[in-house]
């Protein structure tokens, strides 16, 4: 597999001009055996101090300086032994001439828009996954990025780290033969869900949260993060929770995080008798929701991989995949890597969008229980409105996504 591709030199260096941004060199490169000064270090503002953030800023060579929380209660004054500064809003935090990387674990429906947000202020950025919560909101996430030459990626650490690492070489070496059949665990859809309404603590902007979602009436039960990511108003469920970490994880080890959905079948019918959505990819692969076996288990011409159960299966010979970037080996550090080189991270924006799409596809599929023909191109579903509709999501003023 080809390398990352690079970042144009032209373009990365009139992005930075443009936004007095400075030019990271690693230290390594500076004779320090990896260390780095104060004016080297990669400046991390943080969005979401709620129960999953990501260290990007605890790791060699960068520090968190702001920190971000629509709820001001919880906003920390000091992170890895030293001062940050708090804000309730993003937009401000923005501002700050000094932020390099922006780091999101925000709600789903608020990740694409704080991504783009960051991308115009000529920030990198670092989103948990799932990174997109529709699939419009896939293709203008990647726009995005590219046009304002920015660093972006999705943050699953499984795909590599729990699964790529030793599935990657094995099936992509062929010692299953050709992939016909892809089967990735993972919770289902989310549904509309209401409750009671409770009076809104002072120091949340209830308003801010919901933000382009239908609005409702403040509810401590709906801000809990099982709660709230289950809610169609604003998560994806186990789709855009897990099949962040299994659907990209099986994807990806088949070399095929890059290839798109081209059909959707509703499960327990004629054509996909399995009780789960089953996804036909461009390439001709079906790909399941579910699997009784295992989290993930990959069906080949000349053989059965099944994650956890097949210790017999080795690669049958060397392989060249994806890997993380300059030696590193984790998904932070990759990242990081790749704001200093200006290289494309090892689970890019492109990818981490494809895998959400897959998720999409499936909410749409157990919504509507009938099979759809996706064309990408229009960025529609071949003579189904209703399905169409699901493509993207009404959104509140002033709340709006706009590349």
Sequence with gaps: MKKP???????????????????FVPGHVLGKNGSYSPSETINVGLIGWGTRRSNIGSRPGSRFIAVCDIDTRRIPTEM?????????????????????????ASPDHWHTRMTIDACKAGKDVYCEKPLT??????????????????VVSSGSQRVMEDYGHFMAPIIMSGAIGEVQEIYASCGGP???????????????????????????????????????????????????????HNFGGALYSCG?????????????????PHNGVMILMENGVKFYHNCPEANIKIVGSEGTFILGKSPELRPLHAVNVRRYSG????????????????????QDVFYGANVSDYGHMCII?????????????????????EATAMVSKVQRTPYQIEV
Excluded at 365 to 385: I, P, S
Aim: glycine residues 8%; proline residues 6%; aromatic residues 14%.
């Design 256 to 272: 095929m995080d890059h290839i798109a959905p081209q059909k959707v079948f509703a499960p327990n019918t004629e054509q996909n």
């Design 133 to 150: 919560f529709t699939l419009m909101e896939s293709r203008q996430i990647v726009a995005a990025a590219r046009k304002y030459n920015r």
């Design 190 to 244: 989310p549904s509309d869900r209401t409750y009671d309404p409770e009076e809104c603590p002072a120091e949340i902007d209830w308003d801010a949260w919901v933000g382009q979602a239908p609005y409702f009436d403040y509810s401590k039960r709906a801000i809990q993060p099982m709660t709230w990511r289950y809610n169609s108003a604003f998560g994806t469920g186990g789709l855009g929770d897990w099949g962040g």
């Design 365 to 385: 599929a157990y919504k509507l229980q009938r099979d759809l023909v996706w064309d990408k191109e229009k960025m529609e579903f071949q003579g189904d409105r």
């Design 80 to 104: 890895d032994g030293h001062k940050v500064k708090g804000f309730q809003y993003y937009q401000e935090m923005y501002q700050m001439p000094d932020l390099d990387v922006v780091s999101i």
């Design 5 to 23: 591709d690079r970042i144009s030199r032209r373009g990365f260096l009139g992005a930075a001009a443009a936004c007095s941004l400075p030019l």
């Design 327 to 346: 030696g590193t080996d984790n998904i932070a550090d990759d990242f990081l890597y790749c704001v200093r080189h200006r290289t494309r991270p090892f």
